[in-house]
């Protein structure tokens, strides 16, 4: 009887420590994770975490100092580059390791091996569209220089130094961020690869987009007239960044290879079946400067915020760097060495996306079923093969076949992919895709220069390497310059090349040449005092080169302008200020032509409060609601005729549209709602969906009261894996898309910068996050209440050693006794 | 006496493993050799001092922490699992784990009276 209780007590506990031990479904194992010295609870930081430590790194010839001040903003002080970058790692890795890791599987298409089958048809896609070709021809890039390479060997080992802190064992699990533990699994070693691949993740972030496919259905289904209505390449009314007062001298376009083409646009057999379509205006960003002459102190004033997707822990991370030649400040990448936005003692320096449309489809014809050649005028070209092995967790690897043309990679391929905005088509055809981000080149490099830059000359030296993701390099110095210069590999293209799917037979379509540096848009010190580059166009109509973009924006670049322009004696709070302008220009211009449609025997409650709204997209006021849901419902049966869930399509741009409803007649065609029988005007769809918005904001009002715009928008910082309790959700900010101020429900700035180019720099800045990557540190998303609430740090940036460490909260000693 | 002073000394000695032995569960086995050593007269004793002497250092080892934390990362794992506050997934999963630990105390108990 008691061995029976004996067995029945052994069998009760080795059961209950076989269940925790195993990982369920997405449930950690739970002895593990549960542990109070090694699990969960290791990861709650305390001041310990926040006190003087020495480190002795494996490799001993490194040495410096980090002095971390009250924001746990480390400043890198040591004697050479290797050690810098070394340094700097390390603390990457120390503070963000498991974002670094995860970043960079999600761009190599590596997250089911760690995630499960989940992913498997993202990392496909990742593979299909070349991510790892481009991230090995970056490092090849690299490679050949040798001082360049030598700083990312040594950042590499930084990080290694971390991940193994006695070089030989990774960390142990106690010691692992938080995300390691309930995903279960163990972080690996960094390899140089890896920080390509993240800057490969930003250039798709960036720029892996066009209208391409969506284009070409359109024309197929519109006709030509129709299109250039509703798809004009310039339309009219636009700033663009390079102003009409800059005086520019472009070169005679040297275009030796030049041809116009023989082919039209291609034209499927019938229309590419695809998915939802693409999203207007998620990214952007705002960058500006104003010269001496506009500020009251007579120093330049630089200002940058890049919009991107707002993430826990944040992309951003912010550090100084110093060494005995270069003392720079700013926001780094987890996961590559460097500053990217920041200033040092003589420049500063932003970026704002270029829209330029970098990326074309070829239309691929096989010279037989074995799909080993295809067809050109030059005759039949060899297909390459690139096999991809996906790892999948508690599965079987998944092998594809990836075929490889000399424009780049097939990514359509007989191949049917769901629901992923960047590949729409369900293709029977064979669509390789040409993009400048698989091409060799050292964006590393300009970052590099970037922070050791000193002058105008050198900040053009340091740009030049920067080919993809294009981008808007503002810039401004201590000796009263100010500049921008739209930098990236642009082909020479003759006009209406790339808007469409092109024929892949034609050797004229093919990537040529490239728009020299000379007569790439670039303006230094222009007459009127201030420069503006919101994603806007570049140039104006005077500009040789033939050029299209994937996503121009209209209203911020406008507001800016006009703003700046009447401002004089400018001061850093003026900046910080106009960076948090809520001002709806693009409400401003299409309210009107709804309430002036508006029937009047409709209920006018919501309309009454619209025709007093000052467009300012405030916080706490619901006339940002009621017009956004009106907009929204407006543009969506406007445009019915372009959201047929079968074929992928896109509509107008919201600029064109509301140009259209300016100035074509209340019967104009597309106004006609295709699911009914009447054919409706725009004064029908103007009442029908401004009915609607009063049902749903009635509904909003009585489950919740009245709406506020912050509420209903629902601003959120989510964590990276999407972990709700490690998130942050409505956040009270106004703001959004289109707007200076561009908080959307997941997009904003996610680093405001206003930098002074005074002696010494006087520079504030924040971002929607922490420094700390941990969800058990004080650190880990304490800055978002004073970005929501449009407050800045002011940026300590140390001129020397000793007095950053007069102002330490604690320091780190490393190799040094 | 023998009871009370069993359980501290255990206690502590569980305390000190959490820290010594990388491996979650070196409490069970732990108990149960303890109580091969030092049985207790009956098994409902041998079952509450196991238990106790696992959920009182787990619970503490986890409160001590948290208290250092300021309670930032046991609330964001609390609403992981839909609760309100760390407190009660810290008892919870204490009194759980000093479940397994008091069936491991009880299983030497009758080892012994085999």
């Known amino acids: 009887m008691r061995s029976v209780k004996l067995y029945i007590c052994l069998l009760f506990v080795i059961a209950f420590l076989v269940l925790f031990n195993a990982r369920l479904g997405t449930v950690p194992p739970i002895g593990k994770f549960m542990h109070p010295a090694h699990g969960f609870m290791a990861n709650a930081e305390t001041k310990k975490d926040v006190s003087d430590a020495m480190i002795t790194f494996p490799d001993p010839e490194i040495h410096g100092s980090v002095y971390f001040d009250d924001r746990l903003v480390p400043h890198v002080f040591a004697d050479n580059d290797i050690s810098l970058y070394y340094i700097q790692g390390y603390l990457h890795a120390k503070f963000r390791l498991w974002q670094m890791e995860i970043q960079t599987r999600a761009a190599a298409g590596r997250l089911s091996e760690v995630l499960g089958d989940g992913l498997l048809e993202y990392d496909r896609l990742q593979r299909r569209l070349g991510m790892g070709y481009a991230a090995e021809h970056a490092l090849a890039a690299i490679e050949e220089d040798e001082h360049m390479y030598a700083c990312l060997q040594a950042y590499t080992a930084g990080v290694n130094a971390y991940i193994q802190p006695d070089g030989e064992h990774i960390r142990s699990y106690d010691q692992l961020p938080i995300e390691y533990k309930l995903l279960d699994y163990q972080p690996e070693l960094w390899t140089p690869i890896k920080s390509m691949y993240l800057l490969k993740y930003m250039a798709s972030d960036l720029s892996g987009f066009d209208n391409d496919l969506e284009y070409t259905n359109i024309l197929q289904k519109i006709g030509s007239g129709d299109f250039n209505l509703l798809f004009p390449n310039r339309p009219d009314g636009i700033v663009p960044i390079i102003p009409d007062s800059a005086q520019i001298h472009y070169a005679v376009p040297d275009k030796p290879d030049y041809q116009a083409s023989t082919s039209s646009p291609y034209s499927f057999d019938d229309l590419q079946k695809g998915a939802q379509s693409t999203r207007y205006n998620e990214i952007g960003s705002n960058n500006w400067a104003v010269a001496g002459s506009k500020t009251k102190t007579g120093n330049p004033i630089l200002c940058n915020d890049p919009h991107l997707q707002l993430n826990l822990p944040s992309l951003w991370f912010e550090m100084q760097l110093h060494t005995p030649d270069m003392n720079c400040y700013g926001v780094s990448l987890p996961g590559a060495p460097a500053i990217v936005i920041g200033f040092n003692d003589s420049i500063s320096w932003g970026m704002t996306n270029a829209g330029w449309d970098v990326r074309d489809w070829y239309n691929i014809t096989f010279t037989d079923p074995t799909e080993k050649q295809y067809i050109t005028d030059s005759g039949n070209q060899n297909i390459s093969f690139r096999i991809e092995t996906i790892s999948v967790r508690g599965g079987a690897d998944y092998i594809d076949t990836v075929r490889y043309t000399s424009f780049g990679p097939l990514v359509y391929n007989g191949f049917r992919q769901k629901n992923i905005s960047a590949a729409k088509a369900d293709a029977k055809e064979n669509l390789a895709m040409r993009w400048a981000a698989h091409d060799p080149s050292m964006e590393f490099k300009t970052l590099y220069l970037l922070n050791h830059s000193r002058n105008y000359a050198d900040y053009r030296a340091s740009i030049s390497y920067f080919e993809c993701p294009a981008q808007n390099f503002i810039f401004a110095c201590t000796n009263g310059d100010i500049a921008i210069t739209e930098h990236g590999k642009f082909p020479v293209k003759y006009p209406g090349e790339g808007r469409f799917v092109l024929d892949g037979k034609a050797d004229s379509n093919i990537w040529k040449t490239f728009i020299p540096e000379s007569d790439l848009p670039a303006t230094l010190n222009p007459a009127q005092g201030f420069i503006v580059s919101a994603n806007q166009h570049p140039t104006g109509p005077d500009y040789p080169y033939y050029y299209t973009g994937f996503d121009y924006e209209f209203y911020r670049n406008r507001v800016l302008n006009t703003a700046i322009q009447h401002m004089q004696q400018i001061t850093v709070e003026d900046m910080q200020h106009l960076q948090q302008n809520t001002f709806n220009l693009m409400a401003s211009e299409v309210l009107p032509v709804m309430l002036d449609h508006l029937n009047g025997e409709a209920n006018q409650k919501y309309a009454d409060a619209l025709r007093t709204w000052n467009f300012e997209d405030n916080a706490e006021i619901p006339e940002p609601v009621y017009f956004q849901i009106w907009w929204d419902d407006l543009y969506a049966l406007l445009w019915d005729e372009f959201s047929d869930s079968s074929v992928a399509l896109i509509p107008p741009n919201y600029y064109n549209t509301i140009h259209i409803l300016h100035t074509e007649s209340n019967d104009f065609s597309y106004y006609d709602v295709q699911e009914t029988k009447e054919k409706e005007t725009l004064t029908d769809i103007v009442t029908r969906t401004y009915n609607t918005m009063v049902a749903s904001v009635d509904s909003i009002t009585k489950a919740s009261g009245d709406p506020k715009w912050y509420t209903w928008k629902n601003t959120s910082i989510m964590h990276l894996a999407q972990l709700p309790a490690f998130s942050r959700t409505q956040i009270k900010v106004g703001g959004y898309r289109n707007i200076v101020n561009a908080v959307s429900e997941n997009h904003g700035p996610s680093w405001r910068m206003v930098v002074e180019m005074s002696t010494p720099i006087n520079a504030y800045g924040i971002y929607p996050g922490g420094q700390s990557g941990n969800p058990g540190s004080a650190y880990y998303d304490n800055f978002i209440d004073d970005w929501a609430e449009g407050k800045y740090h002011r940026l300590a940036f140390y001129s020397s050693a000793e007095e950053a460490e007069r102002s330490a909260m604690f320091q780190i000693s490393c190799n040094t006794p | ?114």
Do not use: C, E
């Open chain 2, 1 to 114: 006496m023998k009871y009370l002073f069993t359980i501290l000394i255990g206690a502590a000695l569980n305390y000190a493993l959490f820290y010594v032995l990388p491996f979650w569960w070196a409490f069970a086995p732990f108990a149960f050799i303890y109580f091969l050593l030092l049985p207790q007269t009956s098994g409902w004793r041998n079952f509450s001092a196991g238990f106790l002497m696992l959920f009182l250092p787990w619970l503490l080892a986890y409160i001590i922490k948290d208290a250092a934390n300021d309670h930032v990362l046991s609330a964001r794992i609390a609403a992981m699992f839909s609760m309100s506050s760390g407190i009660f997934l810290f008892v919870i999963i204490s009194g759980i784990m000093g479940l397994i630990s008091g069936l491991s105390a009880n299983a030497a108990y009758f080892l012994r009276k085999k």
